[in-house]
């Protein structure tokens, strides 16, 4: 389907995404206030759903924005943009801003908020990426310390990424305070003696849906798991890096600052990891 003829929802209703409109006053526009979600659709039936409404839900709750619709709002929202559209799988983006009003740094009063959602194909990761892995350059985390809140504010992440793309690499792996935090838009992972070692869901990251994810993954795999804080040096000499994000799914990591990872291919861990992630979207097949 061409892509701007694609539905997408805008406060109600269903249109062509490329005549939705919103006011330049949209206090998303102005300020960036406002949080969004996405969700994968695997085989047309969307991935750990109810995970995600209550990322959005807390989300709302920390910025003192209502969700806008309820659970069973948005699940019929997810459902008429899937069924709109033929791709096989998909991702469905939606958010939530404060609504249109006189710019003003505080909460406007009794402002209804700007309710946007659309679905765009998923190119699930390709063997290539799978089989050789991304490279990933180390950063200063120069971002606010809300990186929980999934925060359509996301000036920290486009300059970390763009600090990346120009490295010629595919991620960054952000420190603060000599910290391992995340990713611009992926949670990461370390792989040392054979434990999974994730950084702290703490105010430092955003805890993506794929972090509670590998975690039953590992349990279910008996792959020994730890949360703790890693330094800079300990990411240095790990045996293996991987990523997580709803559209990266998980990748290992090969190069950090253009030295190998372990042994400079993806490893056991993440193969592990990477066939059941596998087989769990296949249960989705039905
Ligand atoms: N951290 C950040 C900063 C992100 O933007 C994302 C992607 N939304 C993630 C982690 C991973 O989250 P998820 O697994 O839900 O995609």
Redesign the pocket.
Known sequence: MDWPRTPCYLNGEYLPLAEARISVLDRGFIFGDGVYE?VPVYYRRPFRFEHHLARFERSTREIGLASALDRAGWQSVVERLVAGTDAEHQFVYWQVTRGVARRDFAFPADTPPTVFAMTSPFTRPSREQREQGLRVVSRADERWLR?DIKSVSLLG?VLARQYATEQGADEVAQFRDGFLT??S???LWAVRGGTVIAPPRDRL??E???YGFVAELCAALGVPFEVRRLTQAEVESCDELML???TREILPIVRLDGRPVGSGRPGPVYAKLRAAYDEAIEALRG
């Open positions: 996405v990186c992440a995340e990713g838009s992926s949670n990251i955003l993506g849906i794929r997580t994000s709803a």
